[in-house]
């Protein structure tokens, strides 16, 4: 059993806080492309919980997953919008387009789910060739602070009509020598007449500053970081990634 198999659920759990994503994230464009911004792409978009709040303030937005399911959730959502079907079954390691993208984002640690250093690279690639020169890629992680002791466990609580979803997270294992962490995520579900709990583990990749800079985006010619923010999404507070940063959102050119 995956929680991605529980696309209502999934996205009340990360898009009940879209309004700080969705300003943040037409700041980065208005401040950081170069020209105009108008064809969006997003790599591993779920249910689209962002997408059709950007079509809606007069973007056009693409998204793709390997979750069949997160993307007919999607797809139906916009066409009950009045937008294009946009949202495709793809793999973001290895996809085309027709068309090149202002910028693209992927906002909420999607991009560790890619597990060897391949994959990434493949990623990153795919999305330099996706996206147009003086566009941007904004790229949310959690990286591995080599000072201080790292968040271990997370939870909260997204509410929508009767719908009532606590999500808990801990950290089961952690090798940093073969690059991966192991998460436990838990929803506890509350309707008026039922409550239900679903488990899933999975692995996330581990990066350090170094290892996501210069082992990874160093290889990627087409791309230069020219900014950085944490995760408080503060346009007006950008950081300088250091040895002790967690949470962090690289804002990767497209040179």
Known sequence: MSLYDYPRYYDLVYGSDWKAE??????IFNQHVTGTTKRLLEPACGTGRLMFRLERAGLE????????KAVDYCN???????FRESAWVGDMTDFKV?????????????FRHLETHQQALNHLRCMA?????????????????EIGQPVEEESWLA???????????????????????????????WTPTNH????DEFNFRTYTKQQFE?????????????????????????????????????ILKRV
């Open 129 to 145: 060739r996706a996206i147009r020169k003086g566009g941007v890629y904004v790229l949310g992680l959690h990286l591995c602070p």
């Open 61 to 68: 937005v693409d998204g793709l997953d390997l979750s069949e």
């Open 22 to 27: 969705f300003d943040f994230l037409t700041g």
């Open 214 to 250: 210069s082992q990874l985006v160093g290889q990627v010619a087409e791309f230069k970081i020219t900014a950085a923010y944490d995760f408080s999404y503060d346009l007006q507070r950008p950081i300088e990634v250091d040895h002790a940063t967690e949470d962090v959102v690289y």
């Open 159 to 189: 509410r929508r009509g009767h719908l009532c979803v606590q999500t808990s997270m801990w950290l089961v294992e952690r090798n940093l020598s073969k690059r991966y962490e192991r998460y436990h995520m838990q929803y506890d579900i």
């Open 76 to 82: 139906r959502r916009l066409r009950k919008h009045g």
């Open 196 to 199: 239900q709990v679903l488990d």
């Open 98 to 110: 027709s068309q090149k993208y202002c910028a693209a984002f992927n906002t909420i640690n999607s």
